[in-house]
């Protein structure tokens, strides 16, 4: 199959499900183009089958904003027909839906019938999608679409509530590569003095991850058990989190690590991971940290619970309860047997959002919406 996969090139959770997933299907032979505005961060492009395409956009005095969305059109329109796409798969659905649709007319107009995947990530319907400023156009680019999936029923539900949603929307969670979490306690010490145990965050440090509610749980936790918190990632909210942790006298403990490539090798190195946040679709961090069987003290917002499994994982608790989440945080930690038992179910529950059985599901989706086009 050739299939077009658009995406943002960045660290967020989007980008990488969709890198991801395109990798995955490469590996399978089929043939996959890649478009963004710059290589996504996770991609390999010497691997065959891959094929990335830069959209320019390019500038002019008059414009105070430029018009991406025109560019991006554009280029799924020569890539689609230079290369022969079948189907072209969106990840989030501003603005690359509503790019999609526009590009799907223009190739219809050249007698050329593209199919758009589009697959909503979270704040494209929670928070930005919602937005007076864009609902119009994002309720109409997902009813465009030839199919809708979304990574959470939670994400689904929400998607009805705040939109008038006239189409199927399928629920696609998000996966993992399970091979790439490897026990190896081998660079705990670089991090903990013998005995501390280690608790991770990884997020893009945005206001929606409530950082402040992290450094706080941590506070609480190290009280009771030794331990240090490594904070992966970077974005706006991490020189308040630096400063808090300096008030509250733990900056010692608290190790900012920016963005890594290591993220996989610290996860299997951690006791414990935390993601607080307001809002959260699925939480692909989450499920990453119990793929290296980390238990996780969560929030229950949005897919946060169908992710991780309260009592049985880890623990949720309501978005700012940071004392139910540090309570949770040491119960687990401070008995050796109860943290193996956590830490087996975390692994356990992350095998079944394993990536050859969650991508299946994507390729079944890409043939019904081609063999719809050719009806
Ligand atoms: O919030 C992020 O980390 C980035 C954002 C994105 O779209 O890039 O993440 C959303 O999509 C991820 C992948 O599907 C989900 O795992 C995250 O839960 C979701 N974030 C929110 O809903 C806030």
Redesign the pocket.
């Known amino acids: 199959m050739k299939i077009g996969i658009v995406g ?1 090139p ?8 969709a890198t991801e997933l395109g990798m995955s299907l490469a590996k399978q032979g089929h043939k996959v183009h890649f478009i963004s505005y710059s290589q996504p961060v996770r991609l390999d492009v010497l691997e065959p089958n891959i094929y990335y395409h830069e959209v320019n956009v390019h500038d002019y005095p008059l414009f105070e904003y430029q018009p991406y969305e025109l560019a991006l059109s554009s280029k799924m329109v020569n890539v689609a027909l230079k290369y022969k796409l079948e189907v072209i798969h969106v ?2 659905a501003i603005p690359h839906a509503y790019a999609a649709y526009m590009a799907k007319l223009i190739l219809k107009d050249k007698g050329v019938d593209l199919p758009i995947v589009t ?1 909503l ?7 930005v999608g919602r937005n007076p400023s864009y609902k119009q156009a994002v309720n109409f680019s997902i009813n465009h679409s030839d199919v809708v999936t979304s ?2 029923e939670s ?1 689904k539900q929400d998607t009805l509530s705040f939109f008038d949603i006239k189409k199927e929307i399928e629920v696609i969670p ?1 996966f993992l590569d399970l091979s790439l979490y490897k026990p190896d306690d081998s660079c705990k010490h670089t991090f903990a003095e013998e005995g501390e145990k280690i608790i991770t965050h990884v ?2 440090f ?1 206001k ?2 409530r950082i402040s509610d992290v450094i706080e749980i941590f506070h609480r936790i190290q009280k009771r058990i030794p331990s240090v918190l490594l904070m992966l990632g970077d974005g706006p909210e991490k020189e308040r989190a630096r400063k808090q942790a300096q008030d509250l006298d733990i900056a010692d403990k608290v190790k900012f690590l920016g963005k890594t490539s290591e993220v996989e090798r610290i996860l299997c190195i951690s006791d414990l991971f935390v993601l607080p ?11 990453e940290a119990m793929g290296a069987g980390v238990p996780v003290i969560s929030s229950n917002t ?3 619970g169908e992710v991780n499994l309260h009592g049985i994982t880890g623990f949720t608790a309501d978005v700012g309860n940071v004392e139910a989440m540090s309570e949770g945080g040491i119960y687990i930690l401070e008995d050796s047997d109860r943290h193996l038992d956590f830490a087996r179910a975390a692994r356990k529950q992350a095998e079944r959002f394993a990536i050859d059985k969650i991508v299946p599901g994507y390729l079944e989706l890409y043939e019904k919406a081609i063999a719809k086009s050719h009806v």
Not at 121 to 127: A, E, R, S, V, W
């Open positions: 943002y960045t660290y967020g959770g989007s980008g990488v499900v990840h989030y697959t990530h979270g704040t494209d319907i929670t928070l990574v959470s994400l998000n997020s893009n945005r929606v991850k946040s307001e809002k959260e679709s699925f939480g692909l961090a989450a499920l949005g897919g946060l």
